[in-house]
C-alpha cells in the first residue's frame, strides 16, 4: 500500500485537497473485508503524520482483525468538519461533506 507522502508525489493536487479535508475531519469511515468478504464499514478518526494516513483503533476491535487478516481498506469521503465558518462568518462545529 502506498503511503500518503508517496500519493503527494505521484497526485500532488489530489493529495492537497484530501490532505485539507482529512485535517477539519473529525470522523471518517473506514472500510474493511470481513472474514466471509462481506464489507464492514467503521467510524474512525482518521489523521496525517509523517507522510502516513493514521486511524486510531483498539486491537482487540473487529476492524482491527478484518486489517490483520486482510490490509485492504478504504476510507469513505463523506467527513465531519471538526470546525467551519463560511463567507459570511457563520461557524459551527461539525459540518458533512459530500
Known amino acids: 500500500m502506498a503511503s500518503w507522502q508517496e500519493f503527494e508525489t505521484a ?11 482529512i485535517e477539519v475531519m473529525r470522523v471518517g469511515f473506514l472500510g474493511t473485508l470481513r472474514r466471509d468478504g462481506s464489507p464492514r464499514i467503521s467510524p474512525v478518526e482518521p489523521y496525517l503524520s509523517q507522510g502516513q494516513l493514521l486511524f486510531g483503533a483498539m486491537s482487540w476491535s473487529l476492524k482491527c482483525r478484518d486489517l490483520l487478516r ?4 478504504l476510507q469513505e469521503g ?3 468538519a471538526r470546525h467551519w465558518s463560511d463567507e459570511r462568518g457563520l461557524t459551527d462545529t461539525s459540518r458533512s461533506y459530500p
Open 78 to 80: 463523506r467527513m465531519i
Open 70 to 73: 486482510d490490509s485492504r481498506c
Open 11 to 21: 497526485a500532488p493536487e489530489i493529495a492537497k485537497l484530501g490532505g485539507r479535508r
